[in-house]
Structure formats: C-alpha cells, structure tokens
C-alpha cells in the first residue's frame, strides 16, 4: 500500500549521518542520493530524507521502524542516539500496543519522532 515515506530536513548531511546509524543498525542502507536528498531501504528505495529549503515542524507525526527481536530495537537506539538523535522513549515493553511489543522512541536531529518497534 505505501510505497515511500519522506521527512523534511534541514541539513541533508547531518541527517544522513542519523539516518545511517539507524538504518544500518536495522539492516538497511542508503539506496539513493543526491545533493538535495537521501533515499533507504533494503529492495529499494523506501524512506527518503529531503531538503526544501524550509524547517520542518517538529513533533509532527512519525515513522515507525519495524526491527527483528529487541536486540535489534536496542541497537538501533543506542545507534541513533550516538549519531546525534535524542531519546523520546527508552526501549521497552509496549503492551499498551499488542502483546510483544517491544518499541523505543526517538527524535532526530530536526525533532521529527521516530520508532523503532518489535512485535515479536
């Protein structure tokens, strides 16, 4: 049904370097790029990060990331973190959402809210 999600970013290279760490902790990679934009996914390009010379607004919305197992949510937080992103939620039990979920949450570096979830 989707078939990409972009974010709006400010400074494309500061959010690559976000976007990398987390995806990459999530087994993706950058499939595309160019001076004005970022493109991720694992067949193709499906989460794209893009610059229009205008800020966007923070809090709004977010995407949730889909990883194998908790270890892979803690790892991709503690990537992100490290890459210049800020903790919204440490990973944890989410059971509020389903049973097994396992989520952490984040904001990277132009506020915009990301998840990383489990549901097994």
């Known amino acids: 049904m989707i078939d990409h999600?972009?974010?709006?970013?400010?400074d494309l290279a500061r959010s690559g370097r976000?976007?990398?760490a987390l995806f990459f902790a999530l087994g993706a990679r950058r499939m595309l790029e160019s001076d004005r934009a970022i493109a991720y996914g694992v067949n193709?390009?499906?989460?794209?990060?893009?610059?229009?010379g205008r800020p966007p607004a923070?809090?709004?919305?977010?995407?949730?990331?889909?990883a194998n197992g908790r270890a892979a949510v803690d790892a991709?937080?503690?990537a992100a973190l490290a890459?210049?992103?800020?903790?919204?939620?440490?990973p944890a039990p989410r059971p509020q959402y389903g049973a097994g979920?396992?989520?952490?949450?984040?904001?990277?570096?132009?506020?915009?809210?990301?998840?990383?979830?489990?549901?097994?």
Do not use: K, M, N, Q
């Not at 999600?5 to 400010?10: A, D, K, N």
């Not at 193709?44 to 229009?52: A, C, K, L």
């Open 18 to 20: 976000f976007y990398d």
């Open 76 to 78: 991709a937080h503690r």
């Open 101 to 120: 979920c396992y989520a952490a949450y984040l904001c990277d570096p132009d506020g915009l809210r990301v998840e990383v979830v489990s549901r097994r």
């Open 83 to 90: 890459a210049g992103g800020t903790d919204d939620g440490a």
């Open 44 to 52: 193709g390009p499906e989460f794209w990060i893009v610059v229009r």
């Open 5 to 10: 999600i972009g974010f709006e970013v400010t």
């Open 58 to 66: 923070p809090g709004y919305g977010h995407v949730a990331l889909r």
